[in-house]
DNA sequence: GCCAACGTTGGC
DNA sequence: GCCAACGTTGGC
């Protein structure tokens, strides 16, 4: 079992959200190697730590799991939608997709400023200079590290 | 709101 | 294939 880290805004969507539906198609990602992550890495059970960007505490937030394997995000195919691709086709779909379930609340969030407070933590690619990618790969070693902070 | 760091686009 | 311009992300 892998283990990855999901980025997303809680204006947009929280782990609260995530809570009250139970389970969610992580659409709308138009970025080539987070959809590799999610199309090529991505296993139905594998770990995600759930995380609030762009937000007063950005942080790890919660524990969630990969519910499907990748299939083709509805979104591209809708005109109507902001992530709509007018270059992707039904035959030959560009952007893919997995659902996500929602596994626990954490007890506080673990934020950012604590995450690079931790020395083991310096390979971790969040904290890596210029990272802007919404879903990152963590090791086992980061994920019990991570968590223990709990 | 600012700005650094990227990724993408498109002219050539 | 290069690279400038532009758009986006995301912390602060």
Redesign the pocket.
């Known amino acids: 079992m892998r283990h990855w880290l999901m ?1 997303s ?1 809680p204006d947009a969507f929280s782990i609260d959200d995530l809570a009250r539906v139970g389970t969610e198609p992580w659409s709308g990602v ?4 987070a959809r590799n992550f999610m199309r090529d890495g991505m296993r139905p059970g594998d770990g995600v730590l759930f995380y609030h ?3 007063a505490e ?1 942080g790890v937030v919660g524990i969630a799991a990969v519910a499907s394997d990748a299939y083709p995000d509805p979104t591209q195919f809708d005109r109507k939608s902001h992530y709509f691709d007018p270059a992707s086709t039904q035959e030959t779909p560009r952007w893919q997709l997995v659902d996500i379930a929602f596994k626990r609340k954490l007890a506080r969030t673990i934020t ?2 604590e995450l ?1 407070e931790q020395p083991r933590l310096e390979e971790f690619a969040l904290l ?7 879903i990152l790969p963590v090791t086992q070693a980061q994920w019990d590290r991570i968590l223990s902070l709990e």
């Open positions: 980025k805004e138009r970025n080539y190697q960007s762009s937000c950005p950012l400023t690079k890596r200079r210029g990272n802007r990618l919404s």
